[in-house]
Antibody, heavy 125, light 108 residues
Framework: QVQMVQSGAEVKKPGASVKVSCKAS????????IHWVRQAPGQGLEWMGW????????NYAQMFQDRVTMTRDTSISTVYMELSRLRSDDTAVYYC??????????????????WGKGATVTVSS | DIQMTQSPSSLSASVGDRVTITCQAS??????LNWYQQKPGKAPNLLIY???SLQSGVPSRFSGSGSGTDFTLTISSLQPEDFATYYC??????????FGQGTKLDIK
């Protein structure tokens, strides 16, 4: 079945970087974009960006533009999200999610259909 | 960026109640609106896509409606497993998939 398996919890100091991985299985890795979404403790969902695993093309949310890098390794069906210059308010659960496209009444629609379990990143001195 | 505003932020209801959650977009997003359910400590789960299409495996007591800027998620008869937080999300702008702030549904 389709699965997104994420790396484990990380504890980092302010100013450091973190790299979270997401290994996809059960489908054609290069066929579907992958999103990254984060959730700070007790807060809502925040979209960070997506990567096209086929081309490596990316699109980042404006608030993360200068600190986030999304990459992929097609040989192991894995995408990575690296966040630099970490601050305490980057403490959150980081999710990857597959982007699915479907046709409804002849129109393409997009949504996140399969999610990883999340990777907890704690930023603390 | 397109802003998504949900109301209410929290809601108390009883098993068997009919519940409605609304989501308003800051601009016309046609029907590019998805709804997710999230339970504590779990990843979100897709309920509704394209404003009104039920994801496979989701109970029929969940329904979505709306177009343009105003959307609604309705649970026709609340079950114990429905107490969770619900998020809307727009996919009109594929350059920026924004979420609403969430609606927490708990037991009265």
């Amino acid at each position: 079945q389709v699965q997104m398996v994420q790396s484990g919890a990380e504890v980092k100091k302010p100013g450091a970087s973190v790299k979270v991985s997401c290994k996809a299985s059960g489908y054609t890795f290069t066929g579907y974009y992958i999103h990254w979404v984060r959730q700070a403790p007790g807060q809502g969902l925040e979209w960070m960006g997506w990567i096209n695993p086929n081309t490596g093309g990316t699109n980042y949310a404006q608030m993360f533009q200068d600190r986030v890098t999304m990459t992929r390794d097609t040989s192991i069906s894995t995408v990575y999200m690296e966040l630099s210059r970490l601050r305490s308010d980057d403490t959150a659960v980081y999710y990857c999610a597959r982007d699915w496209t479907t046709m409804v009444r002849g129109v393409k629609f997009y949504y996140m259909d399969v999610w990883g379990k999340g990777a907890t990143v704690t930023v603390s001195s | 960026d397109i802003q998504m505003t949900q109301s209410p932020s929290s809601l108390s209801a009883s098993v068997g109640d009919r519940v409605t959650i609304t989501c308003q977009a800051s601009q016309n997003i046609i029907s590019y609106l998805n709804w997710y359910q999230q339970k504590p400590g779990k990843a979100p789960n897709l309920l509704i896509y394209a404003a009104s299409s039920l994801q496979s495996g989701v109970p029929s007591r969940f329904s979505g409606s709306g177009s343009g800027t105003d959307f609604t998620l309705t649970i026709s008869s609340l079950q114990p497993e429905d107490f969770a937080t619900y998020y809307c999300q727009q996919s009109y702008s594929t350059a920026s998939y924004t979420f609403g702030q969430g609606t927490k549904l708990d037991i009265k």
